[in-house]
């Protein structure tokens, strides 16, 4: 059962009327410089932008509020290897929806973490992970453990550029099997910075600007046109490439 926008597990996230915003980190970075509430309409969601505009962060302090370990993984993983979350989490609300039976939060830059802290679990635990050590597969094939064995449907997922490990084929895998978990109840909430990944059919795209979260599609965003004209021309950007060196 594909969820209705009515049956979501987070509907929206809004800051309280009453959080402070110091002229600080992280409301200084363009995502929350004048954000006040995302709203969640579709089953899928992608949050986009250039490095630096906040991305992560919202989304961190969205898993944090959700339930999540900060660097990653299901609800029941409590593990710091350092300390590093910003306190949003503490400033935002959740409208919520249906409860998940689960979820998992993908963060690429700490799932070598998450894959260290599988090792310290009770035995068992790596069935869920297609029974082999996550660290004696390389990056791209531990995610794919992850997206083959662990996610079963009707829960929450909430990742973190889960394309960066993964080659232009296995992000086409990555496609198909969120169609297949969307499928069966479950609701993803996206931060990328690929257009195959942000093409999944009627997935919802907001992109940070300088101007703060816009609601947009594939072809508007700033990643599909570079990528755009990289592909139909190379030629004329690397010249250009040249031309600002010297």
Same mark, same amino acid.
């Given at each position: !059962?594909?969820?209705?926008?009515?049956?979501?597990?987070? %509907?929206?996230?809004?800051?309280?009327?009453?959080?402070?915003?110091?002229?600080?980190?992280?409301?200084?970075?363009?995502?929350?410089?004048?954000? =006040?509430?995302? /709203?969640?309409?579709?089953?899928?969601?992608?949050?986009?932008?250039?490095?630096?505009?906040? %991305?992560?962060?919202?989304?961190?302090?969205?898993?944090?509020?959700?339930?999540?370990?900060?660097?990653?993984?299901?609800?029941?993983?409590?593990?710091?290897?350092?300390?590093?979350?910003?306190? &949003?989490? #503490?400033?935002?609300?959740?409208?919520?929806?249906?409860?998940? /039976?689960?979820? $998992?939060?993908?963060?690429?830059?700490?799932?070598?973490?998450?894959? =260290?802290?599988? #090792?310290?679990?009770?035995?068992?635990?790596?069935? $869920?992970?297609? *029974?082999?050590?996550?660290?004696?597969?390389?990056?791209?094939?531990?995610? &794919?453990?992850?997206? =083959?064995? /662990?996610?079963?449907?009707?829960?929450?997922?909430?990742?973190? #550029?889960?394309?960066?490990?993964?080659?232009?084929?296995?992000?086409?895998? @990555?496609?198909?099997? !969120? %169609?297949?978990?969307?499928?069966?109840?479950?609701?993803?909430?996206? =931060?990328?910075?690929?257009?195959?990944? !942000?093409? $999944?059919?009627?997935?919802?795209?907001?992109?940070?600007?300088?101007?703060? @979260?816009?609601?947009?599609? &594939? #072809?508007?965003?700033?990643?599909?046109? &570079? !990528?755009?004209?990289?592909?139909? *021309?190379?030629?004329? @950007?690397?010249?250009? @490439? *040249?031309? *600002?060196?010297?």
């Amino acid at each position: !059962m594909t969820l209705s926008e009515e049956l979501l597990y987070i %509907k929206y996230v809004r800051l309280k009327e009453d959080a402070e915003r110091p002229d600080a980190y992280p409301y200084t970075v363009p995502a929350l410089a004048n954000f =006040s509430s995302l /709203r969640f309409r579709k089953p899928v969601t992608f949050i986009v932008g250039e490095n630096g505009m906040g %991305k992560s962060t919202l989304l961190e302090a969205i898993a944090v509020k959700a339930g999540f370990n900060a660097e990653g993984g299901s609800r029941n993983f409590n593990f710091a290897t350092r300390p590093s979350h910003s306190q &949003l989490c #503490e400033q935002i609300v959740l409208g919520r929806g249906l409860s998940p /039976r689960d979820g $998992y939060f993908l963060r690429a830059e700490s799932f070598y973490n998450v894959a =260290s802290e599988l #090792e310290q679990i009770a035995d068992g635990v790596l069935q $869920y992970y297609g *029974d082999r050590s996550l660290h004696n597969q390389s990056h791209g094939e531990s995610v &794919l453990s992850l997206l =083959s064995h /662990r996610l079963f449907g009707n829960e929450l997922y909430i990742f973190d #550029e889960p394309e960066a490990a993964l080659s232009p084929s296995r992000q086409m895998y @990555l496609l198909c099997r !969120m %169609k297949q978990l969307v499928e069966r109840g479950s609701q993803f909430i996206v =931060s990328t910075h690929s257009p195959i990944v !942000m093409a $999944y059919p009627g997935a919802e795209i907001y992109e940070i600007t300088d101007d703060g @979260l816009q609601l947009t599609g &594939l #072809e508007q965003t700033s990643h599909y046109m &570079l !990528m755009k004209r990289f592909v139909l *021309d190379p030629a004329s @950007l690397l010249r250009q @490439l *040249d031309a *600002d060196g010297e």
